[in-house]
């Protein structure tokens, strides 16, 4: 038995240490809206991203231009933790409601100490890297605030987590190939002894995008693997921003158009069984939020493609556009768009189905005035002669 464990503990020690930039995303839908010029004003921030190399993205690509904000200094009277080495956190106000909070933890460690790191304690005064990004996200959203038109009560999230390594002591894709089993736990957010299947192993490890003989990177639904001998990755971390933007902004949009619809299906089914009369006036302002949100849906759809046109046969296209796969954004479009329609549809019916209650109050009336009346006043005629 004594000799299994050192084995072990041999085998343990054996394992190569791997300097390893981990950066963790989240993104919340604060409100309909970001004024950056207000933001500005009350957050000490810079505008704009920029990205120092392209690699072979056109210059004409567009990108957004959110406020950045550096946690460290910016907010360093309100949260200070000079005592952790290789930390830095920042934040990102986008005009379209969306805040990201970055965390970046530079470490050495090894790939079995990689899993779950993110759940781990960074310094005595950060338990770990989630809430750590809750309290900023808190603080920054209580200073933004007026800035924000029409805040969430409660905003929606995503997170994602990337681990970026630098030198891995053989070429990247060598690497990938002699740890795919761990990577694949790393990826899928299992322990690194978890018995993934080989399926899964091929699935995960499928699909790796490289420029150069001195990169890598594999993509996930919640993480991704990054190998950079040089350290530049910045615009791959742009791109899963950009993709987990897109895909938060959809699934909130979609949430609440959700929310509409079954607030319609009552007013349908009320109408229906004549339990709940709609008065004009109410169905004409329920018409009119349904039309304002509608605009407001078409809107955040057409910005979502307008902000960061990410499209052509070149390497952060390919990569937006494997993310956006992954997540399906096409899909949650097409929900999106369907829910609009079916929106659009149910108060069109009831607005026509009152229209025609209308007419024929008014048929009746008609009746009544032109025909009814009449006979009355030749009958009190007749009688009295």
Excluded at 2 to 8: I, N
Excluded at 273 to 300: C, E, M, P
């Amino acid at each position: 038995m004594s000799d299994r464990v050192a084995v072990r503990r041999r085998s343990r020690k054996a394992q190569p240490v791997y300097p390893v930039e981990i950066v963790r995303i989240a993104l919340y839908d604060i409100g309909r809206s970001i004024d950056l010029t207000k933001a500005a004003a009350l957050l000490p921030g810079i505008p704009g991203m920029r990205i120092a190399r392209r690699r072979d993205t056109p210059a004409s690509l567009t990108m957004p231009a959110p406020l950045c904000v550096d946690l460290r200094s910016g907010l360093k009277k309100i949260y200070s933790e000079d005592t952790v080495e290789g930390f830095a956190a920042s934040a990102r106000l986008y005009d379209e409601g969306v805040m990201s909070i970055l965390v970046r933890l530079k470490v050495n460690s090894t790939l079995e100490g990689l899993h779950g790191i993110e759940a781990k304690p960074v310094s005595p005064t950060i338990h770990d890297l989630d809430s750590y990004i809750e309290e900023r996200f808190q603080a920054v959203l209580e200073q933004v605030l007026p800035a924000v038109a029409s805040p969430r009560q409660a905003p929606d999230h995503e997170t994602y987590l990337a681990y970026c390594f630098a030198d891995v002591g053989m070429a990247p894709a060598q690497f990938m190939q002699e740890n795919e089993k761990c990577l694949t736990t790393l990826l899928s957010g299992e322990p690194y002894s978890y018995p993934v299947h080989e399926s899964q192993i091929r699935k995960t490890m499928s699909n790796p995008f490289s420029y150069s003989d001195r990169d890598l990177a594999i993509f996930d639904m919640d993480r991704c693997v990054i190998i950079d001998f040089d350290r530049d990755y910045e615009d791959v971390l742009l791109i899963c921003e950009l993709a987990n933007y897109q895909f938060l902004e959809l699934r909130t949009l979609d949430r609440l158009l959700d929310r509409w619809l079954d607030e319609a299906e009552d007013d349908v089914n009320a109408i229906a069984k004549k339990s709940k009369k709609l008065k004009t006036g109410a169905l004409r302002k329920k018409f009119g939020k349904i039309q304002a949100l509608r605009l407001d849906a078409l809107f955040v759809l057409e910005n979502l493609e307008n902000s960061a046109k990410i499209i052509g046969d070149y390497f952060l296209g390919t990569v937006y556009e494997h993310i956006c796969g992954i997540f399906n954004t096409s899909g949650w479009t097409r929900s999106v768009e369907r829910r609009l329609d079916a929106l659009q549809n149910i108060y069109e019916i009831v607005k026509v189905e009152k229209s025609e209650r209308t007419m024929l109050i008014l048929d009746i009336v008609f009746i009544i005035v032109c025909i009814i009346f009449p006979v009355l006043q030749i009958l009190q005629v007749m009688l009295a002669h």
